[in-house]
Protein backbone atom coordinates (compact mmCIF):
# COMPACT_ATOMS: atom_id res chain seq x y z
CA UNK A 1 0.00 0.00 0.00
CA UNK A 2 1.09 3.68 0.65
CA UNK A 3 4.47 3.78 1.63
CA UNK A 4 4.65 7.53 2.71
CA UNK A 5 2.46 10.72 2.35
CA UNK A 6 4.25 14.09 1.93
CA UNK A 7 3.35 17.64 2.12
CA UNK A 8 5.74 20.08 -0.39
CA UNK A 9 5.83 23.53 -0.83
CA UNK A 10 5.61 25.16 -4.82
CA UNK A 11 9.60 25.26 -4.15
CA UNK A 12 9.97 21.24 -3.46
CA UNK A 13 10.81 21.86 0.07
CA UNK A 14 9.10 19.21 2.31
CA UNK A 15 7.14 20.73 4.87
CA UNK A 16 5.33 17.62 6.55
CA UNK A 17 6.12 13.68 5.79
CA UNK A 18 5.08 10.83 7.59
CA UNK A 19 6.87 7.03 6.41
CA UNK A 20 4.62 4.43 6.96
CA UNK A 21 6.99 2.11 5.04
CA UNK A 22 10.69 1.27 4.97
CA UNK A 23 10.99 0.69 1.26
CA UNK A 24 11.15 4.66 0.26
CA UNK A 25 13.34 7.31 1.49
CA UNK A 26 12.64 11.17 2.37
CA UNK A 27 15.58 11.22 -0.67
CA UNK A 28 12.97 10.37 -3.17
CA UNK A 29 11.68 14.16 -2.77
CA UNK A 30 14.43 15.27 -4.49
CA UNK A 31 13.14 13.14 -7.55
CA UNK A 32 9.51 14.39 -7.40
CA UNK A 33 11.42 18.11 -7.04
CA UNK A 34 13.08 18.12 -9.95
CA UNK A 35 11.21 15.44 -12.75
CA UNK A 36 7.46 17.24 -11.70
CA UNK A 37 7.90 20.82 -9.72
CA UNK A 38 10.51 21.66 -11.53
CA UNK A 39 9.52 20.58 -14.99
CA UNK A 40 6.03 22.44 -14.19
CA UNK A 41 4.20 19.09 -14.99
CA UNK A 42 1.23 19.71 -12.66
CA UNK A 43 -2.07 20.52 -15.01
CA UNK A 44 -0.41 19.96 -18.31
CA UNK A 45 0.60 16.09 -17.23
CA UNK A 46 -1.42 13.01 -15.32
CA UNK A 47 -1.21 13.34 -11.78
CA UNK A 48 0.85 9.92 -11.53
CA UNK A 49 4.83 10.09 -12.07
CA UNK A 50 6.79 6.88 -11.90
CA UNK A 51 10.41 7.52 -10.57
CA UNK A 52 13.33 4.60 -10.03
CA UNK A 53 10.44 1.92 -8.97
CA UNK A 54 8.92 4.30 -7.18
CA UNK A 55 4.93 5.70 -7.87
CA UNK A 56 4.63 9.36 -6.87
CA UNK A 57 0.08 10.04 -6.90
CA UNK A 58 -0.37 13.75 -6.35
CA UNK A 59 -2.97 16.37 -6.09
CA UNK A 60 -2.46 19.98 -4.94
CA UNK A 61 -4.03 22.42 -2.45
CA UNK A 62 -3.15 26.37 -3.05
CA UNK A 63 0.31 26.57 -3.46
CA UNK A 64 1.44 22.79 -1.69
CA UNK A 65 1.84 19.85 -3.20
CA UNK A 66 0.27 16.33 -1.27
CA UNK A 67 1.89 13.10 -2.35
CA UNK A 68 1.49 9.57 -1.68
CA UNK A 69 4.42 7.87 -2.30
CA UNK A 70 4.38 3.55 -3.26
CA UNK A 71 6.30 0.76 -5.03
CA UNK A 72 3.37 -1.65 -5.10
CA UNK A 73 0.88 -2.05 -7.61
CA UNK A 74 -1.87 0.02 -5.74
CA UNK A 75 -5.13 1.06 -6.49
CA UNK A 76 -5.05 4.95 -7.96
CA UNK A 77 -8.62 5.57 -7.34
CA UNK A 78 -8.07 4.64 -3.40
CA UNK A 79 -5.01 6.55 -3.04
CA UNK A 80 -6.47 9.99 -4.42
CA UNK A 81 -9.30 9.35 -2.83
CA UNK A 82 -7.42 9.77 0.60
CA UNK A 83 -5.70 12.85 -0.42
CA UNK A 84 -8.74 14.20 -1.17
CA UNK A 85 -10.23 13.31 1.92
CA UNK A 86 -6.89 14.34 3.76
CA UNK A 87 -7.08 17.89 2.45
CA UNK A 88 -11.24 17.78 3.70
CA UNK A 89 -9.87 16.89 6.65
CA UNK A 90 -7.42 19.92 7.21
CA UNK A 91 -9.77 22.30 5.94
CA UNK A 92 -12.33 20.74 8.50
CA UNK A 93 -9.82 21.83 11.13
CA UNK A 94 -7.54 24.85 9.57
CA UNK A 95 -9.89 26.79 7.37
CA UNK A 96 -11.26 26.47 3.87
CA UNK A 97 -8.12 28.08 2.67
CA UNK A 98 -5.44 26.78 4.86
CA UNK A 99 -1.36 27.86 3.81
CA UNK A 100 1.82 27.08 4.29
CA UNK A 101 2.02 29.05 7.42
CA UNK A 102 -1.21 27.39 9.04
CA UNK A 103 0.44 23.89 8.76
CA UNK A 104 3.76 25.41 9.99
CA UNK A 105 1.86 26.01 13.29
CA UNK A 106 0.08 23.07 13.82
CA UNK A 107 2.25 20.31 13.22
CA UNK A 108 1.43 18.47 16.21
CA UNK A 109 -2.23 18.41 15.09
CA UNK A 110 -1.38 17.47 11.47
CA UNK A 111 0.81 14.27 12.77
CA UNK A 112 -2.15 13.29 14.59
CA UNK A 113 -4.24 13.31 11.80
CA UNK A 114 -1.75 11.54 10.00
CA UNK A 115 -1.58 8.87 12.31
CA UNK A 116 -5.49 8.18 12.82
CA UNK A 117 -5.97 8.23 9.24
CA UNK A 118 -3.71 5.83 8.05
CA UNK A 119 -1.89 2.79 9.50
CA UNK A 120 0.75 1.19 8.00
CA UNK A 121 -0.18 2.22 4.37
CA UNK A 122 -3.46 1.39 4.72
CA UNK A 123 -6.35 3.77 5.10
CA UNK A 124 -8.09 4.18 8.24
CA UNK A 125 -10.77 6.34 9.98
CA UNK A 126 -11.52 9.53 7.89
CA UNK A 127 -14.75 10.74 8.95
CA UNK A 128 -14.41 14.30 10.56
CA UNK A 129 -17.13 14.17 13.16
CA UNK A 130 -15.33 11.50 14.42
CA UNK A 131 -11.97 12.81 13.94
CA UNK A 132 -13.07 16.23 16.14
CA UNK A 133 -13.80 13.75 18.95
CA UNK A 134 -10.63 12.73 19.89
CA UNK A 135 -8.22 15.45 18.30
CA UNK A 136 -9.09 19.01 19.09
CA UNK A 137 -7.25 22.37 18.81
CA UNK A 138 -7.63 22.26 22.52
CA UNK A 139 -11.46 24.62 22.41
CA UNK A 140 -13.41 21.40 23.46
CA UNK A 141 -14.25 21.92 27.23
CA UNK A 142 -13.59 18.39 29.02
CA UNK A 143 -17.23 17.78 29.91
CA UNK A 144 -17.56 17.83 26.52
CA UNK A 145 -15.50 14.76 26.04
CA UNK A 146 -17.42 11.62 25.37
CA UNK A 147 -16.56 8.81 27.49
CA UNK A 148 -14.12 6.06 26.15
CA UNK A 149 -16.70 3.58 26.03
CA UNK A 150 -18.56 5.50 23.60
CA UNK A 151 -15.61 7.00 21.69
CA UNK A 152 -14.52 3.41 21.05
CA UNK A 153 -17.88 2.16 19.31
CA UNK A 154 -17.67 5.29 17.56
CA UNK A 155 -13.72 4.66 15.91
CA UNK A 156 -14.42 0.96 15.89
CA UNK A 157 -18.32 0.55 14.86
CA UNK A 158 -20.10 0.76 11.45
CA UNK A 159 -21.69 3.87 12.18
CA UNK A 160 -19.29 7.02 12.00
CA UNK A 161 -20.86 9.02 10.19
CA UNK A 162 -23.77 10.27 13.10
CA UNK A 163 -22.66 10.73 16.37
CA UNK A 164 -24.80 9.90 19.41
CA UNK A 165 -26.71 12.33 21.52
CA UNK A 166 -27.76 14.69 18.59
CA UNK A 167 -31.41 16.67 19.83
CA UNK A 168 -33.55 18.42 17.92
CA UNK A 169 -37.17 20.21 18.93
CA UNK A 170 -38.60 19.90 15.75
CA UNK A 171 -37.67 16.62 13.76
CA UNK A 172 -38.20 17.07 10.21
CA UNK A 173 -36.73 15.70 7.10
CA UNK A 174 -36.54 17.27 3.64
CA UNK A 175 -36.30 15.77 0.72
CA UNK A 176 -35.00 17.03 -2.83
CA UNK A 177 -35.35 14.45 -6.19
CA UNK A 178 -33.49 16.81 -8.73
CA UNK A 179 -32.82 15.12 -12.12
CA UNK A 180 -31.67 16.46 -15.35
CA UNK A 181 -32.45 15.69 -19.09
CA UNK A 182 -30.35 14.74 -21.68
CA UNK A 183 -31.45 14.59 -24.86
CA UNK A 184 -30.21 14.87 -28.79
CA UNK A 185 -32.88 14.94 -31.76
CA UNK A 186 -31.91 14.20 -35.24
CA UNK A 187 -32.57 16.37 -37.77
CA UNK A 188 -35.13 13.97 -38.46
CA UNK A 189 -36.91 14.22 -35.38
CA UNK A 190 -35.29 10.41 -34.32
CA UNK A 191 -34.13 10.17 -30.99
CA UNK A 192 -30.47 9.58 -30.92
CA UNK A 193 -29.95 9.84 -27.15
CA UNK A 194 -32.96 10.17 -24.39
CA UNK A 195 -31.90 9.83 -20.53
CA UNK A 196 -32.34 11.21 -17.27
CA UNK A 197 -30.40 11.22 -14.38
CA UNK A 198 -31.52 12.01 -11.15
CA UNK A 199 -30.51 12.56 -7.44
CA UNK A 200 -31.79 12.34 -3.68
CA UNK A 201 -31.00 15.04 -1.82
CA UNK A 202 -31.98 14.90 2.24
CA UNK A 203 -31.48 17.67 5.07
CA UNK A 204 -32.10 15.26 8.44
CA UNK A 205 -32.81 16.83 11.52
CA UNK A 206 -33.72 14.23 13.73
CA UNK A 207 -33.16 12.95 17.55
CA UNK A 208 -31.24 9.88 18.64
CA UNK A 209 -30.00 7.04 16.09
CA UNK A 210 -33.12 6.87 14.10
CA UNK A 211 -33.53 4.24 10.99
CA UNK A 212 -34.80 5.17 8.13
CA UNK A 213 -36.94 3.25 5.15
CA UNK A 214 -37.28 5.24 1.92
CA UNK A 215 -39.30 4.00 -1.40
CA UNK A 216 -39.50 4.89 -4.19
CA UNK A 217 -41.84 3.80 -7.23
CA UNK A 218 -39.37 1.15 -8.44
CA UNK A 219 -40.96 -1.12 -11.12
CA UNK A 220 -39.30 -4.37 -9.27
CA UNK A 221 -40.95 -2.87 -6.15
CA UNK A 222 -44.33 -2.19 -7.00
CA UNK A 223 -44.88 -5.58 -9.27
CA UNK A 224 -43.94 -7.67 -6.04
CA UNK A 225 -46.47 -5.80 -4.08
CA UNK A 226 -49.69 -7.55 -4.30
CA UNK A 227 -53.53 -5.77 -3.66
CA UNK A 228 -55.27 -2.70 -4.73
CA UNK A 229 -54.77 -1.51 -8.61
CA UNK A 230 -51.28 0.20 -8.53
CA UNK A 231 -50.08 2.73 -10.77
CA UNK A 232 -47.19 1.11 -13.22
CA UNK A 233 -43.85 2.10 -11.69
CA UNK A 234 -40.73 3.44 -13.28
CA UNK A 235 -37.24 1.23 -14.42
CA UNK A 236 -34.64 2.42 -12.02
CA UNK A 237 -31.09 2.01 -13.32
CA UNK A 238 -27.40 2.36 -12.18
CA UNK A 239 -28.83 2.80 -8.48
CA UNK A 240 -25.56 4.44 -6.68
CA UNK A 241 -26.05 5.07 -2.49
CA UNK A 242 -24.45 7.18 0.04
CA UNK A 243 -22.27 4.88 2.56
CA UNK A 244 -25.29 4.99 5.10
CA UNK A 245 -27.24 2.37 2.98
CA UNK A 246 -27.72 -1.14 4.00
CA UNK A 247 -26.63 -3.04 0.35
CA UNK A 248 -27.51 -6.07 1.82
CA UNK A 249 -31.00 -4.87 1.87
CA UNK A 250 -31.40 -3.14 -1.20
CA UNK A 251 -29.94 -6.63 -2.91
CA UNK A 252 -32.23 -8.88 -1.11
CA UNK A 253 -35.59 -7.01 -1.77
CA UNK A 254 -35.02 -3.13 -2.78
CA UNK A 255 -35.41 -1.49 0.55
CA UNK A 256 -33.29 1.42 1.32
CA UNK A 257 -32.79 1.56 4.83
CA UNK A 258 -30.42 3.68 6.36
CA UNK A 259 -29.64 5.37 9.30
CA UNK A 260 -29.15 9.01 8.30
CA UNK A 261 -25.99 11.59 8.70
CA UNK A 262 -26.90 14.23 10.52
CA UNK A 263 -27.57 17.37 8.07
CA UNK A 264 -27.24 17.66 4.01
CA UNK A 265 -26.15 14.72 2.53
CA UNK A 266 -27.02 12.91 -0.94
CA UNK A 267 -28.80 9.43 -0.41
CA UNK A 268 -28.59 8.21 -3.92
CA UNK A 269 -27.98 8.48 -7.77
CA UNK A 270 -29.94 7.11 -10.32
CA UNK A 271 -30.98 6.74 -14.11
CA UNK A 272 -33.42 5.92 -16.30
CA UNK A 273 -33.56 5.09 -19.86
CA UNK A 274 -37.44 4.58 -21.05
CA UNK A 275 -40.41 6.05 -20.76
CA UNK A 276 -39.48 9.77 -20.26
CA UNK A 277 -41.85 12.33 -20.33
CA UNK A 278 -39.97 15.22 -22.43
CA UNK A 279 -40.71 18.32 -20.89
CA UNK A 280 -40.50 20.49 -24.00
CA UNK A 281 -41.28 19.45 -27.62
CA UNK A 282 -39.35 21.41 -30.19
CA UNK A 283 -40.00 22.03 -33.94
CA UNK A 284 -37.18 23.73 -35.74
CA UNK A 285 -37.57 24.58 -39.79
CA UNK A 286 -34.53 26.31 -41.24
CA UNK A 287 -34.47 27.08 -45.28
CA UNK A 288 -31.29 28.58 -46.31
CA UNK A 289 -31.33 30.71 -49.73
CA UNK A 290 -28.34 32.91 -51.11
CA UNK A 291 -28.02 35.62 -48.29
CA UNK A 292 -30.59 35.00 -46.50
CA UNK A 293 -31.84 32.33 -43.82
CA UNK A 294 -35.56 31.72 -42.38
CA UNK A 295 -35.89 30.16 -39.17
CA UNK A 296 -39.30 29.10 -37.90
CA UNK A 297 -39.50 27.03 -34.47
CA UNK A 298 -42.45 25.49 -32.46
CA UNK A 299 -42.03 24.95 -28.83
CA UNK A 300 -44.72 23.53 -27.10
CA UNK A 301 -45.34 22.44 -22.80
CA UNK A 302 -45.62 18.96 -22.50
CA UNK A 303 -46.12 19.33 -18.42
CA UNK A 304 -49.61 19.91 -16.76
CA UNK A 305 -50.93 23.43 -17.01
CA UNK A 306 -51.08 23.63 -13.27
CA UNK A 307 -46.93 24.21 -13.46
CA UNK A 308 -44.25 26.36 -14.81
CA UNK A 309 -40.90 26.29 -16.23
CA UNK A 310 -38.13 29.38 -15.53
CA UNK A 311 -35.39 30.27 -16.31
CA UNK A 312 -35.99 29.05 -19.84
CA UNK A 313 -33.33 29.72 -22.64
CA UNK A 314 -33.28 28.28 -26.09
CA UNK A 315 -30.09 29.05 -28.31
CA UNK A 316 -30.73 28.99 -31.88
CA UNK A 317 -27.50 28.91 -33.61
CA UNK A 318 -27.45 31.18 -37.00
CA UNK A 319 -24.21 31.55 -39.39
CA UNK A 320 -20.94 33.30 -38.62
CA UNK A 321 -21.24 35.56 -41.32
CA UNK A 322 -24.92 37.05 -39.92
CA UNK A 323 -25.29 40.81 -40.08
CA UNK A 324 -28.67 41.50 -38.79
CA UNK A 325 -31.54 39.33 -37.52
CA UNK A 326 -35.45 39.98 -37.30
CA UNK A 327 -36.99 38.09 -34.84
CA UNK A 328 -40.88 37.31 -34.02
CA UNK A 329 -41.56 36.07 -31.07
CA UNK A 330 -44.95 35.02 -29.09
CA UNK A 331 -43.47 36.07 -25.55
CA UNK A 332 -40.36 36.32 -24.05
CA UNK A 333 -37.61 38.15 -25.05
CA UNK A 334 -35.24 37.42 -28.11
CA UNK A 335 -32.31 39.04 -29.48
CA UNK A 336 -29.27 38.38 -31.94
CA UNK A 337 -26.18 37.99 -30.03
CA UNK A 338 -23.02 37.95 -32.15
CA UNK A 339 -20.67 36.58 -29.30
CA UNK A 340 -22.91 33.31 -29.33
CA UNK A 341 -23.16 33.02 -32.64
CA UNK A 342 -26.98 32.84 -31.89
CA UNK A 343 -30.66 33.81 -31.42
CA UNK A 344 -30.87 33.66 -27.58
CA UNK A 345 -34.81 33.21 -26.91
CA UNK A 346 -35.26 33.68 -22.81
CA UNK A 347 -38.82 33.18 -21.34
CA UNK A 348 -38.63 33.80 -17.49
CA UNK A 349 -41.96 32.29 -16.89
CA UNK A 350 -43.28 29.63 -19.53
CA UNK A 351 -46.77 27.78 -18.80
CA UNK A 352 -47.73 24.25 -19.12
CA UNK A 353 -49.78 22.96 -22.14
CA UNK A 354 -48.77 26.11 -23.52
CA UNK A 355 -47.44 26.81 -27.51
CA UNK A 356 -45.36 29.13 -28.43
CA UNK A 357 -43.80 30.15 -31.87
CA UNK A 358 -40.29 31.97 -32.96
CA UNK A 359 -40.06 33.60 -36.43
CA UNK A 360 -36.27 35.13 -37.85
CA UNK A 361 -35.32 36.12 -41.00
CA UNK A 362 -31.70 36.37 -40.90
CA UNK A 363 -29.40 38.64 -43.54
CA UNK A 364 -26.10 37.36 -43.92
CA UNK A 365 -23.21 39.03 -45.31
CA UNK A 366 -20.79 38.38 -48.43
CA UNK A 367 -17.86 36.45 -47.75
CA UNK A 368 -14.68 35.80 -49.90
CA UNK A 369 -14.81 32.13 -50.07
CA UNK A 370 -17.78 30.72 -49.16
CA UNK A 371 -18.15 27.86 -46.90
CA UNK A 372 -21.21 25.59 -45.99
CA UNK A 373 -23.06 26.14 -42.88
CA UNK A 374 -22.32 23.22 -40.71
CA UNK A 375 -25.61 24.06 -38.52
CA UNK A 376 -24.59 23.27 -34.72
CA UNK A 377 -27.65 21.98 -32.53
CA UNK A 378 -30.15 24.10 -30.88
CA UNK A 379 -29.52 24.02 -26.65
CA UNK A 380 -31.84 24.39 -24.26
CA UNK A 381 -31.37 25.64 -20.24
CA UNK A 382 -34.94 25.31 -17.86
CA UNK A 383 -36.03 24.20 -14.76
CA UNK A 384 -39.17 23.13 -13.86
CA UNK A 385 -40.53 22.59 -10.09
CA UNK A 386 -42.66 19.62 -8.61
CA UNK A 387 -42.13 18.16 -12.27
CA UNK A 388 -40.10 14.76 -12.76
CA UNK A 389 -39.54 13.64 -16.40
CA UNK A 390 -38.51 10.41 -15.49
CA UNK A 391 -42.31 9.72 -13.18
CA UNK A 392 -39.84 9.01 -10.19
CA UNK A 393 -41.93 9.91 -7.20
CA UNK A 394 -41.49 9.42 -3.32
CA UNK A 395 -43.70 6.53 -2.10
CA UNK A 396 -43.08 6.96 1.39
CA UNK A 397 -40.47 7.96 4.10
CA UNK A 398 -40.54 6.37 7.22
CA UNK A 399 -38.89 7.13 10.40
CA UNK A 400 -38.38 4.35 13.16
CA UNK A 401 -36.73 5.50 16.59
CA UNK A 402 -37.20 4.10 20.21
CA UNK A 403 -39.07 7.48 21.33
CA UNK A 404 -41.50 7.17 18.65
CA UNK A 405 -41.49 10.90 18.01
CA UNK A 406 -43.50 12.13 15.31
CA UNK A 407 -41.33 13.41 11.82
CA UNK A 408 -42.46 15.81 9.90
CA UNK A 409 -41.65 15.26 5.86
CA UNK A 410 -41.13 17.64 2.97
CA UNK A 411 -40.18 16.34 -0.30
CA UNK A 412 -39.58 18.65 -3.85
CA UNK A 413 -38.89 17.90 -7.35
CA UNK A 414 -37.06 20.01 -9.91
CA UNK A 415 -35.69 18.60 -13.17
CA UNK A 416 -33.82 20.79 -15.24
CA UNK A 417 -31.78 20.59 -18.69
CA UNK A 418 -28.33 18.13 -18.86
CA UNK A 419 -27.76 17.96 -22.49
CA UNK A 420 -30.50 19.48 -24.17
CA UNK A 421 -29.98 19.42 -28.02
CA UNK A 422 -32.13 19.56 -31.13
CA UNK A 423 -30.21 19.08 -34.80
CA UNK A 424 -31.54 21.39 -37.08
Not at 90 to 113: H, P, Q, V
Not at 115 to 121: A, L, P, Q
Not at 231 to 257: M, N, Q, S, W
Amino acid sequence: MISMIMVLNQKGDIMISRQYRDDVSRAAADSFRLQVIAAKETGTQAPVKRIENCSFLYTRHLNMYFVALTRSNVNPALVFEYLFQKIRILKAYLGEEFDENSMRNNMTLIYELMDETMDFGYPQNCAVDVLRLYINLGNVRPQDEPEPSQLTSQITGAIDWRREGIRYKKNEVYIDVLESVNLLLSSTGNVLRNEVTGQVQMNTKLTGMPECKFGLNDKLVIDKESGAQRKPGVEIDDCTFHRCVRLGKFDADRTITFIPPDGEFELMRYRVTDNINLPFRITPAVLEEAMKVSINLKVIANFSDKLFATHVVIKVPVPKNTAKAKIKNSFGRAKYEPEQQAIVWRVKRFPGKAECMLSAEVDLMPTVRAKAWNRPPINVEFQVPMFTASGVHVRFLRVYDKSGYHTNRWVRYITKAGGYQIRI
